[in-house]
């Protein structure tokens, strides 16, 4: 554009310069018009007419000139327009087009702001003792007296380790300030011993009631909010209870065990696929499984039970 423009004005220079030098060039003698006096003849008229040679340089020149300027004009007025050269400078390449295509970076997407988990921030409410199914209390004592006398014969160490019950009104406080309702086999287990040491899979020890209350919100402080659309599939959502420790493993892992308080199963992290709900289909089952495990000294969930000293451990059945 610039070069073409330049060659516009280096054109209507040199016109301009051609004819003030036409017109200032010295004529032949022989040409010295002298003036005429009174009225003029033809012949005088012919003599006094320009010639038609300087006439027609001077045209031709002016016209290549305006055709350079007219030229030029039209392709800053295209070029100004459509954002491209004109058709007809593409065609003379006076503008190369470059092959080279930009590449439109598109914005970040901004980041969503991450949703607090509703769960953890339960509405206050007041404590009320809750009545219990009859029929579940019955089941969990009679599989927690089959646990009892196990220790008692095979691990007295273990056995001395029992805690006693807990109390009616503290499993209400601990449901009130949770927003939870602990299932009613969880709470009759709770109400022979508020927790309980080599429990079950991976040296768990069981959690009482405060244990409960303060884990749950020791994970609600930590894990605020929420990851997904599917609670079951999270490291934690403020609707589980955690009743299980594992004290053996690190933050890596889930170290608790976990009951879903609207669904009643029970979930835990293996250590391999994370944490996956369905390992027992409630708290008395897996109960009911260590209890089987203890008298058949079979497994739970490849865990093995092993006295060493008076003291119940589990280890892994493969190890």
Known sequence: MLKLLRMALTAAVLAAIAIRIDRRAPQDEEEVLEPVLGRPAPEDLERYRPREENRFFRGLLAGVVAGVLVGALGLVVATNITGEPSAAAEDDRLVPQSEATVALVPEPASTPAPTRDPACSPQKRRAVIRPLDPAVKREVDAEWLRVERWLKRHAPVTHAALRGPARARTIAVAEAQTGLRFPDDLRASLLRHDG?????????????VRGIRDTWRFLCHHFPTVEGPEPRLEYWNGRMIPFLHFPERNSEHQEYALIDSQEGDVGWDDTIGGVAFGRAPSYLALLRA??????????????????VRGALHWELADG
Request: aromatic letters at 6%.
């Open 196 to 208: 309980s040491m080599a429990f079950g899979p991976g040296n768990a020890s069981g959690l009482g």
């Open 290 to 307: 260590n209890a089987d495990a203890l008298r058949d000294g079979g497994e739970v969930h490849g865990w093995r039970p092993r006295v």
